[in-house]
């Protein structure tokens, strides 16, 4: 088996595992439907009603790009304006790290009365969800930025313009699109906990209330839906990431080729 495809049959193969155990221990102990439903049971969500099921997950996807595109913009922004200002720098990374520090439930009423109870709310969290970990990995990426290379291009005459673009940048993209990945999986979480504040559709929604109707199989299909779509973007961030850094992961496999 070639390493590419024991990457993805390997996980498949333990999914089906893990399946086949859940079948297992709600059909032989008997455990009631509301507490452990059976795997057909979910899948019966997706069959009786798939026009209910996209109809709440449309505006969790809708938040979820959004709020992810918003975050990176501001998160590169803001790594650049530190990288390229000691004093920026100083300004606004205790602010970035302070970010993370309060729960977003702690903040929920004033997120209510600023944006209230549209798709702004769910969007700013997901925003405040996703800006650290791009703001912080671009920014680590170009700290990294080797010194001797630096200044090798000055002195053949780069201009400050010429050593992001040849240099700065493309060595640290790698960081940045860990950040990216890392945030892309984030940004569903978020519209989620958005979703949670209020509103009248979305994941989050029907998960609330098929929770207090007490329809757990309808709670793992929500469950299953945020999955998916986390690791669909998940997918598509990390495709691009293969696309624009092939250079890199050619290395990295090359290196892991000889030291095995």
Known sequence: ????????????????????????????????????????AVLGVFRSNPA???SHLRPTLLASVSGLLLATLLGVATAMAMHS?????????????????????????????WF????????????VMCFFPVALGLFDGL????????RLLRSMGANGWQTYRYLKVPASLPAFFTG???????????????EWLGGNAGLGI??????????????????????LLSLALFGLVALLDRLLLGWHYKKLDEYEDTSR
């Open 1 to 40: 088996m070639t390493k590419p495809s024991s990457r993805v049959w390997l996980p498949l193969l333990f999914a089906l595992l893990l399946l086949a155990l859940w079948q297992l221990l709600s059909a032989r102990l008997r455990i009631a439907f509301w507490v452990l439903p059976s795997p057909g």
């Open 52 to 54: 209910l099921l996209w």
């Open 85 to 113: 200002s000691k004093l920026l720098k100083q300004i606004f990374y205790p602010y970035l790290v302070v970010s993370q520090t309060v729960p977003v439930i702690a903040v929920a009423p004033l997120i209510v009365l």
């Open 116 to 127: 209230g109870y549209g798709i702004s709310a769910k969007v700013f969290v997901v925003v």
């Open 143 to 150: 700290k990294q930025v080797s010194q001797e290379q630096l």
């Open 180 to 194: 990216l990945k890392l945030a892309a999986t984030y940004s569903v979480m978020g519209a989620v906990i958005g």
């Open 206 to 227: 029907y998960l609330t209330r098929s929770t207090k109707s007490f329809r757990t199989e309808q709670v793992f299909a929500a469950i299953l839906l945020i999955i």
